[in-house]
């Protein structure tokens, strides 16, 4: 699997820390984000999204050494 480029939604201050649901790993739309992940899919499956990608967004990003 292809590495996805995440920096434009993980720089979003609006979604640091949520949940965010995107329409595919190919379109990286964000279709719902909230506090809880059972929000999340419920608003993602009212737009029709069946099995969305499902992330969590940190609240701070540190670096990974290693």
Request: no cysteine.
């Amino acid at each position: 699997m292809k590495a996805i480029d995440m920096t434009k939604i993980y720089n979003n201050k609006k979604y640091k820390g949520k949940w965010l649901a995107l329409k595919s790993p190919e379109e990286r739309e964000v279709v719902a984000s909230g506090k809880r992940l059972k929000q999340v899919m419920e608003r993602a499956r009212q737009k029709g999204i069946l099995i969305p990608l499902v992330m969590q967004v940190p609240k701070e990003i540190l670096p990974i050494v290693g």
